[in-house]
């Protein structure tokens, strides 16, 4: 056997026909290769090579190989076709070929001789020339080799050599170097190439163009041989080292708390650890190598366990009951997956936890969360009946409130009639009385005048105190009921009293109306009206404040009113009480009292900075709708 080293040639021109010191009657090589590419270019000029000398060829290869050398041959000017159809070229698929001969799975000698001898002299008499030669390519041991069909391959390179007995021919065959990329494939690829007359070797060594890259090569190969071998070694040390672990992890297994077994596929009690022999009362014979459906209380419960297996499915906690050899049941959580080989189910791992002792404690715990409940339930029933008691008792301390409210909304509606009458009375009866006392006295000061100076100077001092006291009683008749509240509106009477106020408390108040505020009706209004008053008197005899700042707005349909104030405020504990329980002062009542009397909301705020007061009361009209004066119209009556 020798290395025959291929023509180096331009990929560009046709190739040369073989000399006759390279045409031996008969010869066998093998070709291996790494990449297709550089396979087929050298295919190509094997065959080429042929065909260009006139010489026939049957190429037995894969489609894509036979579509790569057509390729070339068309590319180096050859009559591909021509070829094909004079004969002198023929195309044969390996796998197809192989059918005809293959017995089996593996080649039968009289068949192959006759398939392939047909197909080889029929391409040397279509060949020109009296000498002309028959070159052959042969892919099926690649195939065979590729399919782990060593024996059938070596085989079948031994039947190409019997025909080159019977027939010349010049027969090249070709393997790639990837498959044999395992150390177990040296002795075949050694038997390989004993068969074979010559070797080609890949085009990485066919590539180097001198000896020297040669020799080079060859030493790199022997290191990486070298290396290759350390590399065994270190192999060979690390499978010890796993083959320690795993006796680590048996021992380990054998000596764990839980119980583990291992299940074949048949169903068969392969091993089992200390714990689970122990917990189960068996001795290693009694147990491993029975059917583990004996150890199952339950038939159904295995079945549906095992079902899963076969589905490939992990168990975790899949609860079950195993009998005992006392008789016993224990229960038991299994955590366990199958082991998949090649598709197939091998074996099973479990891991099985006694759970028996916390089944006990569970079902005694649901035995006292059922009286627990059960006594929940009776309680809730009189808790049911209570409540009902004390619903019917908030209804009639509703209806006693609600009773209060209307008595107490009953009480200002009186006291606000009653200040009105009051307030006609001072106007109608005292207010002329001391109308007609001031034009009396005017009279008189002018006719004593006349008689005697200082009594007109007493008489004149009666009449201006008349005039006070007829001021401070119209004042005082306005306040009770500004009869502004009746003729112009909620603005202007708020504008009149906030200016009266002004100058009897010297507090600075500013006012801010809405220039949209439309007439109110006459409830509402006057309930603005006394919550306003209200806000200012707290505010002169509590706040200690300079300023006040009041707002009067519609939004949403409600009548916003907002007063602050820069006082003292209110002290946290009694803010407190009030917001809480409501309890507070009288005017802080009966501002709540109104503001309730209309559906409304009320709220207060205070703190360093001062009081707030806010409340919001759903709009109602009277039945005509009226405009008061704008703001700075002012109105003192």
């Not at 399919?147 to 027969?171: C, G, M, P, Y």
């Not at 309680?379 to 008595?407: C, D, F, S």
């Not at 008689?451 to 008489?459: H, K, N, S, T």
């Amino acid at each position: 056997m020798g290395i025959l080293r291929p023509m180096s040639y331009d990929s560009k021109s046709w190739p040369s026909p073989l000399s006759s010191d390279q045409a031996s009657p008969c010869s066998h090589e093998v070709q291996f290769y790494a990449e297709d590419t550089a396979f087929l270019d050298e295919l190509g000029r094997f065959i080429g090579s042929a065909l260009g000398a006139g010489d026939a060829a049957v190429v037995v290869a894969t489609k894509d190989h036979q579509q790569g050398l057509a390729e070339r041959l068309k590319a180096y000017g050859l009559d591909f076709f021509g070829a094909l159809e004079q004969g002198r070229l023929v195309l044969l698929d390996a796998t197809d070929t192989m059918t005809l001969f293959m017995v089996d799975g593996r080649p039968d000698a009289s068949r192959f001789a006759s398939v392939i001898g047909q197909c080889i002299e029929r391409a040397r008499h279509a060949a020109r020339g009296k000498h002309s030669r028959v070159v052959v390519f042969g892919e099926m041991v690649a195939l065979l080799w590729r399919d782990q069909k060593a024996e059938a391959a070596i085989q079948l390179e031994r039947l190409w050599n019997q025909l080159a007995k019977t027939h010349v021919f010049s027969l090249r065959c070709a393997y790639p170097l990837t498959a044999f990329s395992r150390e177990e494939h040296a002795d075949s690829f050694l038997a390989i190439c004993d068969e074979h007359a010559n070797v080609i070797p890949s085009e990485r060594y066919t590539a180097l163009t001198s000896e020297d890259q040669r020799d080079r090569h060859v030493s790199l190969l022997e290191q990486k041989a070298g290396a290759l071998e350390s590399e065994k070694a270190d192999r060979q040390q690390a499978q010890h080292f796993l083959r320690m672990r795993d006796s680590e992890l048996a021992e380990l297994l054998e000596n764990a708390v839980e119980g583990v077994q291992q299940v074949g596929a048949d169903q068969k009690i392969r091993w089992a650890n200390r714990a689970l022999l122990k917990l189960l009362g068996y001795t290693s014979e009694e147990y491993v190598g029975h059917d583990l459906a004996e150890f199952h209380a339950q038939q159904r419960i295995f079945d549906e366990f095992w079902q899963k297996l076969m589905r490939n499915e992990d168990l975790y906690d899949y609860p079950a009951e195993l009998k005992c050899k006392d008789g016993s049941v224990k229960q038991v959580l299994i955590h366990s997956n199958g082991h998949w080989e090649s598709g197939q189910f091998a074996y099973t791992r479990c891991f099985v936890r006694d759970v028996t002792e916390q089944r006990r404690m569970e079902d005694a715990l649901r035995l006292a969360h059922d009286q627990l409940e059960m006594h929940v339930q009776q309680r809730t029933i009189e808790l049911g009946q209570k409540n009902l008691q004390i619903m019917k008792q908030a209804e009639i301390l509703e209806e006693t409130n609600q009773g209060l409210r209307n008595l107490s909304a009953r009480l200002m509606q009186v006291q606000d009639e009653e200040r009105r009458r009051i307030a006609r009375d001072l106007h109608d009866s005292t207010g002329q009385a001391l109308a007609l006392l001031s034009m009396n006295l005017s009279a008189l000061q002018t006719e004593v005048r006349r008689v005697d100076a200082g009594l007109a100077e007493m008489v004149s001092e009666n009449l201006e105190i008349a005039k006070q006291v007829s001021t401070e009683l119209r004042t005082i008749s306005y306040l009770l009921h500004p009869p502004l509240l009746d003729e112009m509106g909620l603005g202007s009477a708020l504008l009149w009293f906030i200016d009266g106020f002004g100058r009897r408390s010297g507090i600075q108040v500013n006012l801010e109306l809405a220039r949209d505020l439309g007439r109110f009706s006459p409830g509402l209004e006057l309930a603005i009206f006394r919550v306003v008053q209200e806000c200012l008197i707290n505010i002169h005899r509590h706040s200690g404040s300079p300023t006040a700042n009041i707002n009067l707005r519609e939004m949403g349909g409600r009548a916003v009113l907002e007063v602050r104030d820069a006082g003292k405020g209110i002290p946290s504990e009694k803010l407190s009480r009030i917001i809480s329980s409501g309890i507070s002062g009288v005017g802080l009542r009966g501002m709540r009292e109104r503001v309730k009397d209309f559906e409304g909301e009320w709220e207060i705020q205070s703190g360093e900075a001062g009081t707030y007061i806010r409340i919001a009361i759903p709009v109602t009209r009277p039945d005509g709708n009226w405009e008061f004066p704008a703001v700075g119209d002012g109105h003192e009556g």
